[in-house]
């Protein structure tokens, strides 16, 4: 781990899982017509446990066992469990799609804000105001 990702924390990763997220909200609405597709989203709890735990076991000596690391494209995703399925098997609900990806979108935003107050503070430490 380096020095800036010790400075911003997880909140960088933060930003790149909520983007996953919206990536797949946005592929489940575009399959919304497709017979058979199953929606997907990500399990954001899961993956920021998985982040952490990587920052919070760290191998200290040649003999101890490293953590194996996931694929971070398959990390935490899970298919969505629908209200109703449709008669050609596709899982998407439009407004439930929908909903998921305008909050997905204020999440997103807030942690992009986060992140932009975090990079701020550290600018001005470094101009010694």
Same mark, same amino acid.
């Given at each position: 781990? *380096?020095?800036?990702? +010790?400075?911003?924390?997880? !909140?960088?990763? $933060?930003? #790149? ?6 990536? &797949?909200?946005?592929? /489940? ?9 199953? $929606? ?10 998985? !982040?952490?735990?990587?920052? !919070?076991? +760290?191998?200290? *000596? ?10 971070? !494209? ?11 399925? $449709?008669?050609?098997? /596709? ?13 997905? #979108? $204020?999440?997103?935003?807030?942690? &992009? ?12 430490? &470094?101009?010694?105001?």
């Amino acid at each position: 781990m *380096n020095q800036i990702d +010790q400075a911003l924390g997880v !909140s960088a990763q $933060a930003l #790149a899982v909520r983007s996953q997220r919206m990536e &797949l909200i946005a592929r /489940n609405l575009a399959n919304a017509d497709t017979p058979n597709f199953k $929606a997907q989203d990500v399990d954001f709890k899961k993956v920021l446990q998985q !982040s952490q735990n990587e920052y !919070s076991l +760290q191998t200290t *000596n040649a003999s101890h066992i490293a953590q194996a690391d996931m694929p971070t !494209s398959e990390a935490g995703v899970k298919y969505r469990v629908p209200f109703n399925v $449709a008669f050609d098997g /596709n899982t998407v609900e439009m407004s439930v799609e929908q909903a998921q990806y305008g909050k997905s #979108a $204020a999440d997103y935003q807030a942690t &992009l804000d986060f992140l932009d107050q975090r990079v701020q503070g550290i600018r001005r430490a &470094l101009k010694g105001e």
